[in-house]
């Protein structure tokens, strides 16, 4: 944490916020650029549906006599991972739903706790424009959580962990929509650009209610609110590749602008998932993301699980 340190003063100073957006994107491209040297393979026409689910384990144990500290530990993590896309002539349709949830439970600790919560669905739709890779488009993104989330703390008197509910299903939820340009080489790397994007946050009223809510305190909601629109400009990417013979690499970028209230405070969630393929029902997995938010968090949030996997793909 203090290497990464630097990293969060310089993205709470908004002079600096534009620069991070920038660098984020420019790394991005460089990983997808990539991708485009691979050889396009023939687009099939019609709907193609692919999909896998990957379950994730980590275990840690400890017995009394060992002196080097440590505390036992479970943890396992869901992943749904499905694509369901259309092709007809000079019209594109894709679709992606992801799932991921996790739980890790330590010895001693009176409660579970969530590693990852997250269900998110994708969907962008393109009319080509004559015979090049740039299309009109049109978008939209949801993503919210599954379960309820808990803010942890410790009872002064007892010493026992405490947790008050902070979040649950659709509380925050996401709601973005809108035109724009996409341009795309294949169902695996493409860059979609919205000038004019419609964003809704959802949450629940409870949690903006009382006497002491002030406004922006709950993902930027004003007291007594369930939902806050915001207009901006959306910028995202997607791109799949091997690395490696048995190892790929899926790499998700999106980035927001709210013209509405500090334009240059752009919203980054970057997600990469690489897979190593040990068999046919065998993987090791590195899940990494990184968010920045400054109505739910003010720094990178940032996120990362590596284990075993068993998969099935349908």
């Not at 620069?19 to 393979?41: N, P, R, T």
């Not at 998700?252 to 690489?274: G, H, P, Q, R």
């Amino acid at each position: 944490m203090e290497r990464l340190a630097p990293l969060y003063h310089s993205i709470k100073n908004p002079e600096n916020k534009m620069k991070k957006f920038l660098l984020a994107f420019a790394l991005f491209g460089g990983i997808m650029s990539l991708s485009a040297q691979e050889e396009d393979e023939e687009q099939k026409q019609g709907w193609s549906r692919e999909g896998d689910i990957s379950l994730l384990f980590n275990q840690s144990a400890f017995n009394a006599e060992w002196t080097g500290g440590g505390t036992s530990n479970l943890a396992g993590n869901i992943l749904v991972n499905y694509n369901f896309n259309y092709l007809k002539d000079d019209f594109t349709w894709d679709n992606k739903l992801m799932l991921d949830y996790g739980l890790t439970k330590q010895k001693g600790d009176d409660f579970k706790r969530k590693t990852s919560d997250r269900l998110e669905f994708n969907s962008i739709a393109g009319k080509q424009i004559e015979e090049s890779n740039w299309y009109y488009s049109l978008f939209l993104n949801f993503r919210t959580q599954i379960t309820k989330g808990y803010k942890f703390g410790e009872n002064e008197e007892t010493g026992k962990t405490t947790r008050r509910e902070y979040t649950h299903f659709l509380s925050p939820g996401y709601l973005q929509f809108g035109p724009g340009m996409l341009w795309k080489k294949n169902e695996n790397f493409y860059v979609n650009i919205a000038p004019a994007t419609g964003r809704m946050v959802f949450v629940d009223k409870d949690f903006t209610s009382g006497p002491n809510y002030e406004d922006g305190d709950y993902f930027g909601l004003d007291a007594g609110k369930a939902m806050r629109f915001e207009l901006g400009a959306s910028v995202s990417g997607y791109a799949k590749f091997e690395v490696i013979k048995n190892v790929t690499m899926e790499n998700m970028l999106n980035l927001y602008s709210n013209y509405l209230e500090d334009a240059k405070n752009v919203d980054i969630d970057y997600t990469m998932n690489l897979k190593m393929k040990i068999n046919e029902y065998l993987s090791t997995n590195l899940v990494i993301q990184a968010i920045y938010d400054d109505n739910a968090v003010q720094g990178f949030q940032i996120r990362e699980v590596f284990g075993l996997g068993f998969n099935y793909a349908f």
